[in-house]
């Protein structure tokens, strides 16, 4: 696989490597959005901010132990 990516030309490489994930990532809220609707959407973000809440929390907990062992 890397002999083939270096085989490539500069623009098809960026081409697969940079704009076509880039897409299908930008593809994928678009059709979250117009299959689900704003206001399913809204009901989901207030129960995704406490989850990021606590993971946020878990995160920096682990975090500080570390600075501290280190």
């Known amino acids: 696989m890397t002999?083939?990516?270096?085989?490539?030309p500069i623009w098809?490489?960026?081409l697969l490597i940079v704009v076509l994930p880039?897409?299908?990532a930008m593809t994928?809220?678009?059709l979250v959005r117009r299959w689900l609707g704003l206001e399913?959407?809204?009901i989901n973000n207030e129960v995704a901010g406490f989850k990021f809440t606590v993971?946020?929390?878990?995160?920096?907990?682990?975090?500080?132990?570390?600075v501290v062992v280190v």
Do not use: H, R
């Not at 002999?3 to 490539?8: K, V």
């Not at 993971?55 to 570390?66: E, R």
């Open 3 to 8: 002999l083939y990516l270096s085989d490539m």
């Open 12 to 14: 098809l490489s960026v």
């Open 22 to 24: 880039t897409l299908v």
């Open 28 to 30: 994928g809220p678009l």
């Open 40 to 42: 399913k959407l809204i």
């Open 55 to 66: 993971v946020g929390v878990i995160y920096a907990v682990v975090l500080g132990f570390a």
